[in-house]
């Protein structure tokens, strides 16, 4: 119950007054700040690190990191997917990288320096495989993680994206290697939605999900028309063929903004959260089958 009334008081922040979200989200945050932080070019930029139970150091284990959706926080995207619990169950580490802001954090082209920088520091502090990083995230994050999918492809070796908003770009990724992605979307999305267009959140329109998929069928050297297999509780698997690297999405029928499988985000805001799969568990299946070749 308390988790749902902090992600109520999240998405509220989203639709109120300034006056609101400062009295209201900053105690939040002040209770729910990361742990530990990492500075570069003399600002700030906080993270959560999980170690799996049982971590001794001994071998090297893989990295997972989650990037939340803008305006929350590392201990939102924590809670709302689930990572922990995976990671303890298949034993790897999760990083939840802050975004830039005070209280409403957002992930811009400019953070990519960051995790840059916290990838370094977590391999300096812990014994992490090189060839098993990956990087995944939700709305915002999910953006974020298609940007670095390009930027820093020497260095991570698939990503996960869930209700993604797309507003990055750059021109590394018309020449970026092929890269094994698996994606996640509600049809009934109301914040990006699934055929793409303008929403009141961002001041350009997104791009529809079935172009995006299509672009990334492209990079990764595919045939154009993928398979469509239901996977039960209207949500549809979506697979590209003859790929260089895979492409793979779950289409979830009236799904909203939502992590599915994860804590439910406020209905009246992101739609309904879908509990037929589990985006966490299936990311890692995906992840831990698709290390970077070496």
């Known amino acids: 119950m308390s988790r749902r009334l902090t992600l109520g008081i999240v998405f509220a922040c989203l639709a109120a007054p300034p006056a609101f979200v400062l009295a209201t989200g900053a105690p939040w945050y002040l209770h729910h700040r990361a742990s530990s932080v990492v500075t570069i070019d003399a600002e700030d930029h906080d993270y959560l690190v999980h170690l799996p139970r049982g971590y001794d150091g001994s071998k090297p284990l893989p990295l997972v990191m989650s990037l939340h959706g ?39 082209q400019r953070e990519a320096a ?96 079935t172009g995006w998929l299509s672009k990334w069928a492209r990079r990764n050297q595919c045939s154009p028309s993928p398979t469509e297999r239901p996977v039960g509780g209207a949500v549809t698997r979506i697979e590209y063929e003859n790929c260089a690297e895979p492409v793979v999405f779950y289409r979830i029928e009236g799904g909203g903004h939502t992590w599915p499988g994860g804590v439910p985000l406020p209905a009246w805001f992101a739609g309904p959260t879908s509990n037929s799969i589990n985006a966490s568990e299936l990311m890692w299946q995906f992840f831990e089958a698709h290390p970077k070749h070496r």
Not at 145 to 167: K, Y
Not at 173 to 183: E, G, K, L, Q, Y
Not at 196 to 202: L, P, Q, R, S, T
């Open 70 to 108: 803008a305006a929350s926080w590392p201990s939102f995207q924590q809670d709302v997917t689930g990572w922990n619990g995976v990671a303890d169950r298949y034993g790897f580490i999760v990083a939840y990288p802050g975004g830039q802001g005070v209280a409403l954090k957002v992930f811009s």
């Open 114 to 209: 960051f995790i840059a920088a916290l990838i370094d520091r977590l391999q300096a502090s812990f014994n992490i495989d090189s060839a098993r990083i990956y990087v995944n995230g939700l709305s915002n994050g999910a953006g974020m993680s298609d940007l670095l999918s390009c930027v820093m492809a020497d260095r991570i070796a698939a990503i996960g994206a869930v209700a993604t908003a797309l507003t990055m770009t750059s021109e590394k990724c018309a020449s970026a290697r092929p890269m094994p992605m698996i994606a996640f979307h509600g049809t009934a999305d109301p914040v990006t939605r699934y055929e793409g267009g303008k929403v009141f959140i961002a001041p350009d329109p997104f791009p529809s999900i």
